[in-house]
Antibody, heavy 116, light 108 residues
Framework: EVQLVESGGGLVQPGGSLRLSCVASGFTISSYWMSWVRQAPGKGLEWVASIKQDGREKFYVDSVKGRFTISRDTAQNSLYLQMNSLRAEDTALYYC?????????WGQGALVTVSS | SYVLTQPPSVSVAPGETARISCGGNNIGSKSVHWYQKKPGHAPVAVIYYDTDRPPGIPERFSGSNSGNTATLTITRVEAGDEADYYCQVWDSSSEHVVFGGGTKLTVL
């Protein structure tokens, strides 16, 4: 059974950093694109970042480029999102997903709140 | 950057047919995916690759994609279908995943 379990969310001050983790089970992350998608309170779904199967090609929405870094650890079968220079507008529920299109598998989400 | 345009809301009576549009420049040349999002739950893919239903999705859900518009059609709408629906594509030119703004389906 495919499962994605996120952790690492929390309350952080503007300008601060946070690292989200996503442990995958039931499949090998190196065989799939993996992504992060977020939903801010009262807003729609927004793609944040994706990493290709090769682990080298990474893609980001313009608003997080240079601040966020997507990475993975194949030994731990885990996906990460390092978030630096956080802003109030980064407040959202962050979902880890398998794939970047036609996404069938989603985690339960990790809540990130950026506030002073 | 590529933009997907959805109507903010669609209302339909139970048992009727709901159609939710997703407009984009030459979207017919792309693969369109549709997600159902209910409060407190992760999104659920209801249609992928324009017309295919993931396992477990009722046949009442169907999709089409041509020209500048993709459409999600839900027949015999039920109260449980009330949710936000999002279309999504991969834009190869910008190498970005793009979501539409979402459509709130209200079952009257």
């Amino acid at each position: 059974e495919v499962q994605l379990v996120e952790s690492g969310g929390g309350l952080v001050q503007p300008g601060g950093s946070l690292r989200l983790s996503c442990v995958a089970s039931g499949f090998t992350i190196s065989s799939y694109w993996m992504s992060w998608v977020r939903q801010a309170p009262g807003k729609g779904l927004e793609w944040v970042a994706s990493i290709k199967q090769d682990g080298r090609e990474k893609f980001y929405v313009d608003s997080v480029k240079g601040r966020f870094t997507i990475s993975r650890d194949t030994a731990q079968n885990s996906l990460y999102l390092q978030m630096n220079s956080l802003r109030a507008e980064d407040t959202a529920l962050y979902y880890c997903t398998r794939g970047n299109s036609g996404i069938v598998y989603w985690g339960q989400g990790a809540l990130v709140t950026v506030s002073s | 950057s590529y933009v997907l345009t959805q109507p903010p809301s669609v209302s339909v009576a139970p048992g009727e047919t709901a159609r939710i549009s997703c407009g984009g420049n030459n979207i017919g040349s792309k693969s369109v995916h549709w997600y159902q999002k209910k409060p407190g739950h992760a999104p659920v893919a209801v249609i992928y690759y324009d017309t295919d239903r993931p396992p477990g999705i009722p046949e009442r859900f169907s999709g089409s994609n041509s020209g500048n518009t993709a459409t999600l059609t839900i027949t015999r709408v039920e109260a449980g279908d009330e949710a936000d629906y999002y279309c999504q594509v991969w834009d190869s030119s910008s190498e970005h995943v793009v979501f539409g703004g979402g459509t709130k389906l209200t079952v009257l």
